[in-house]
């Protein structure tokens, strides 16, 4: 049967055949292919890890970005804290200063209360003395008979000493 | 509306396809004669000098006949003998031995075969389709020299979607680094056997042709395969196969694994012809013989029968051709990729042992 049995002129025919297309194929119409694939391929493979990098960059940027701006967050409420403890502080010392510079006033004052005090409670007991002194003298100098004639008279001297005061 | 029309024009391709088979099947035999389906069916897959123009059997184109007998070479048209002519003493055999074959006639009128080269109908449609390959992947080649990274587009984009198919998703990632220097070989393989598969299956002139379905012609791919392996084949390929990691009672002093291995190496490309040649004979077979199933029943039970036989016959023989389309890809992609893997196979590097 003649299918099964290959014709030597068929085998030597293809052998010929296959030779010449092998050859022109292979010599001017794969490489040129094959390049283009594998340069496809290349680019394509190139594209993709581009692709991965620039995702992993951009999630690299994002996390950094998100640090700082949490780093920021929480530096700022620091600085707030810090401020409100500073002011706090401020008030709290402005405030003892202002007490111990009105005790200091007060307690000026009340020195110089006093002193004045004790300053006029020496001229007064002077005075009292000089007036008491005074009277006595016009007293002994007078010569006072009745009750009335005195008491006027004291009233007299009375009346001096305060228009004297 | 466009798909409307391109299925019409492959609905009328197929349909010119089955009609060509029907006459085919039909033709030289008168309907009401006894009907030697056999004969028919040999006689229109195998081999013919000359190639006959479809729709009329008589009507041959000439190719030459080359043949070397005991009186030197000799070269003319098949048109001079395929009448049953003798012509310098050749002529197409009658006889039981060298039935359609071209003999000389000696002396004592006894025939003998002579060296045959002719250009037969396979031949012809051999060459046929190196140029229809040489054609096709130039085209492909040229809208990568001048275009590089686009997308081609049309006719071009489907051949280079096979090629892509074929090189960087088949060939590239079992063969890896190597993958450049065999696909050429590998990629001619693949778009030769399924141009001719293709080729074959048409019944209009460039085709028609049984290319694939004939044992020659698998058998000249295979043997190349053979030659492909085996020559690039390593060292530690070699060793593995006259010198297995085997038990040394398994290789010595009755070599058995060596001698399975060595068995080996023809089982691979021997199932590779037989397969390819297999599967598109099959294919052929089957169209001729559902054709010829209504002569058979038109002489049997007379034109009624055989007339409804018609229907469903070539019901089958569409659905068939469509499906020896899809084998025609898929045996052409099986022959590579198994010829890629026994090539990759054959490149193993030593391993390592612990």
Redesign the interface.
């Known amino acids: ?15 010929i ?2 030779g ?3 050859f ?3 010599k ?14 290349d ?1 394509i493979d190139k594209g993709v890890a581009f692709a991965e990098e620039s995702k992993r960059q951009l999630d690299g940027a994002r996390a950094e970005a998100d640090k700082l701006l949490a780093e920021a967050r929480q530096q700022q409420a620091e600085i707030l804290r810090e401020a409100a403890k500073m002011r706090n502080q401020i008030v709290e010392n402005a405030k003892g200063e202002a007490a111990v510079e009105a005790k200091k006033v007060s307690d000026a004052a009340i020195v110089s209360i006093e002193q004045a005090r004790k300053e006029s409670e020496k001229q007064l007991r002077h005075e009292m003395g000089e007036i008491a002194l005074q009277i006595a003298e016009k007293v002994l100098r007078k010569n006072v008979s009745t009750d009335q004639a005195q008491r006027e008279l004291v009233e007299q001297y009375m009346k001096e000493v305060k228009t004297n005061n | 509306m466009k798909k409307a029309i391109t299925a019409i024009i492959a609905l009328v391709i197929v349909g010119l396809m089955a009609f060509g088979y029907w006459r085919a099947a039909q033709h030289g035999h008168d309907p009401n004669a006894e009907v030697n389906p056999k004969e028919i069916i ?1 006689e229109h ?3 013919a000098y000359g190639w006959e123009i479809p729709f009329s059997h008589d009507v041959r184109i000439p190719l030459p006949v080359i043949v070397k007998g005991d009186n030197g070479w000799h070269c003319f048209m098949s048109s001079r003998i395929t009448g049953g002519e003798t012509y310098e003493g050749y002529k197409i055999s009658e006889s039981e031995d060298h039935h ?1 074959k071209v003999v000389q006639v000696l002396a004592d009128g006894s025939e003998s075969r002579p ?6 109908k ?2 012809a449609a ?2 046929v ?2 140029l229809v ?2 054609l096709l ?2 085209k ?2 040229n809208w ?2 001048r275009n ?2 686009k997308a081609p587009r049309r006719g071009t984009a489907l051949l280079e979607v096979i ?2 198919y074929v ?2 998703d088949t060939i ?1 990632p079992i063969m890896g680094k190597e ?2 220097k065999y ?3 590998l ?2 393989v693949f778009f ?1 056997i399924l141009t001719m598969n293709l080729l074959g299956l048409m019944v209009i002139f460039p085709g028609g042709a049984n290319l694939t ?5 698998t ?3 295979a043997v ?1 395969t053979f030659l492909v392996i085996n020559l690039t084949g390593t060292r530690e390929y070699w060793k593995e196969i006259l010198w297995p990691d085997v038990p040394l009672g398994l290789k010595c002093p009755v070599p058995m694994m060596p001698f399975i291995e060595i068995l080996g190496m023809f089982t691979k490309p021997v199932a590779l012809m037989i397969r390819l040649f297999a599967n598109m ?1 099959g294919g052929h077979m089957v169209v001729l013989v559902l054709m010829l199933l209504i002569f058979i029943f038109t002489s049997m039970f007379g034109a009624i029968v055989g007339g409804a036989t018609a229907v469903f016959s070539l019901a089958f023989t569409l659905f068939m051709l469509a499906l020896d389309t899809l084998v025609s890809f898929i045996q052409a992609y099986v022959f590579t990729i198994l010829s890629t893997i026994f090539i990759t196979m054959a490149h193993v590097q030593p391993h390592h042992h612990e």
Request: charged share 10%; aromatic share 16%; net charge negative.
């Open positions: 049967m003649e299918l099964f049995t290959p014709e030597f002129g068929l085998v030597f025919w293809m052998f055949a296959f010449i297309l092998y022109v194929l292979a001017w119409a794969w490489p040129p292919i094959i390049k283009g694939l594998e340069n496809r391929a680019l | 040999y897959l195998g081999d359609g060296l045959d080269l002719s250009v037969t396979n031949v051999i060459l389709a190196a390959v040489i992947v130039m492909v080649r990568y020299k590089g990274m090629v892509d090189y960087t590239r993958a450049p696909a050429p070989y990629l001619t030769f379905g004939n044992l020659a012609v058998m000249v791919l190349i004979m």
